[in-house]
């Protein structure tokens, strides 16, 4: 599931190098905390959150088939 993740991420952002995914997981859910380059933060997050919304949807999807919930939190560095 990470990997999907990081893939979305990477065709997104400028600087690839400069991405961090953090998981915490326990048997019911999953936290992704993502971290990328501060130029890069505002084409991940897209105008009103839209982008960040988009990727949470399509996260909470890939985790549904597994029975778990999932939380994509953007962090700044």
Do not use: H, Y
């Not at 990470?2 to 991405?19: S, T």
């Not at 890069?40 to 988009?54: E, F, H, L, P, T």
Request: net charge neutral; glycine share 6%.
């Amino acid at each position: 599931m990470k990997d999907v993740l990081e893939l979305i991420i990477a065709n997104l952002v400028d600087n690839k190098e400069q991405i961090s995914i953090e998981e915490t997981s326990n048997e019911k859910s999953i936290e992704f905390k993502v971290k990328v380059a501060p130029e890069d933060m505002g084409k991940v997050i897209g105008k009103q959150g839209r982008v960040a919304k988009s990727i949470r949807t399509v996260m909470k999807s890939v985790a549904g088939k597994d029975g778990k919930k999932v939380n994509v939190e953007f962090v700044e560095e």
